[in-house]
């Protein structure tokens, strides 16, 4: 069975986004943004003089980044998993020719066969 053709895939912009966003809404729910000051810090952590020795940026002043780190928790969607945006998305953009073929997913901790009807088999 071919993969999805990416030819069918918009470019990444604000609006593909939000359009993307418009078509899963009905099936996900919001998941908070959330920081960590120890990671930000340790990610801004500046290198030392001795640590661009031997490269192409010795004799320079280190840099002193300044990051902080936003983690979107998709873990705590009803799933579990940040699989279902992108699923829900991918399912949304088919065509009803081809979602009247089935489609067949893998992931290594929940693969999972929908029969045309939409519903996945039950066991």
Known sequence: MPMASTEKCPPLTRASVCSALELIRPHIHRTPVLTSTTLSDLASTPQTPEALLGTAYEGQTPARPKIRLFFKCENYQRIG??????AFHALARLSDEEL???VVTHSSGTPQVLRPSGRAPTH
Request: aromatic share 12%; charged share 35%; no cysteine.
């Open 81 to 86: 998993a940040f699989k279902i945006r992108g």
């Open 100 to 102: 009247s073929k089935g």
